[in-house]
């Protein structure tokens, strides 16, 4: 069993910066792939980043390129996803996932995430 906290979210204004973090239990996170997904009500969950074991490898949603950074500590069995440059269209519950055996180096699918932490709400003011 896994577990996964996220905390970070919060209200910010447009243009504002925030950084999440996903604190997972386990004595082998360094082979876990992990992703940041979020959701907004009424549309499907929808993949943001998605960081490979070591943190070598990444990959971004378009929609958040250039804006978002995900990085993660295996030392302290931690993940994170910096946000700048914060858009209203931003808003969301942001999730981590863990996909403890993954056969790719990076993980966008997530039926293919073994784990969900519970969301942290991150909202974006006009």
């Known amino acids: 069993q896994v577990q996964l906290v996220e905390s970070g979210g919060g209200l910010v204004q447009a243009g504002g910066s925030l950084r999440l973090s996903c604190a997972a239990s386990?004595?082998?996170?360094?082979?876990?792939?992990m992703g940041w997904f979020r959701q907004v009500p009424g549309k499907e969950r929808e993949v943001v980043a998605a960081?490979?074991?070591?943190?070598?490898?990444?990959y971004y949603a378009d929609a958040v390129k250039g804006r978002f950074t995900a990085s993660r500590d295996n030392a302290k069995n931690t993940v994170y996803l910096q946000m700048t440059g914060l858009k209203p269209e931003d808003t969301a519950v942001y999730y981590c996932?863990?996909?403890?055996?993954?056969?790719?180096?990076?993980?966008?699918?997530?039926?293919?995430?073994?784990?969900w932490g519970q969301g942290t709400q991150v909202t974006v003011s006009s």
């Open positions: 996932a863990a996909d403890l055996n993954p056969t790719t180096a990076v993980v966008t699918s997530g039926p293919r995430y073994d784990y």
């Open positions: 386990g004595r082998t996170f360094s082979s876990y792939a």
């Open positions: 960081i490979s074991n070591r943190g070598g490898l990444a």
